[in-house]
Nanobody
Framework: QVQLVESGGGLVQAGDSLRLSCAAS????????MGWFRQAPGQEREFVVA????????YYADSVKGRFTISRDNAKKTVYLQMNSLKPEDTAVYYC???????????????????WGQGTQVTVSS
């Protein structure tokens, strides 16, 4: 079993930065892909970024490229999402997800991830 706990959300103004954290526990993650998704009210859950736990390869949604950066700390079993130049359209609940069967072709698909955190709210005011 895997447990994921997000933190770091909040209310900021456009142009500000936030760093989200996702602390993982319960089993080893050497073969897992860790992803961040977000969901705004009335919208479907949207892929933001993913990272392979072993090699650290990263994949970004076009909407966040150049503004968001994902990283991981293997020793702490924690994944970070540094969000810069935030926009009002980034407002959403942000979820951390993990799975060990994810491939490059499926990492943007929320229904392929078995493990999810509870989510953390990010609100960007204009």
């Amino acid at each position: 079993q895997v447990q994921l706990v997000e933190s770091g959300g909040g209310l900021v103004q456009a142009g500000d930065s936030l760093r989200l954290s996702c602390a993982a526990s319960g089993r080893t993650f050497s073969n897992h892909v860790m992803g961040w998704f977000r969901q705004a009210p009335g919208q479907e859950r949207e892929f933001v970024v993913a990272i392979t736990w072993s090699g650290g390869r990263t994949y970004y949604a076009d909407s966040v490229k150049g503004r968001f950066t994902i990283s991981r700390d293997n020793a702490k079993k924690t994944v970070y999402l540094q969000m810069n130049s935030l926009k009002p359209e980034d407002t959403a609940v942000y979820y951390c997800a993990a799975d060990n069967k994810i491939t490059v072709s499926t990492m943007t698909l929320a229904d392929r991830y078995d493990y999810w955190g509870q989510g953390t709210q990010v609100t960007v005011s204009s």
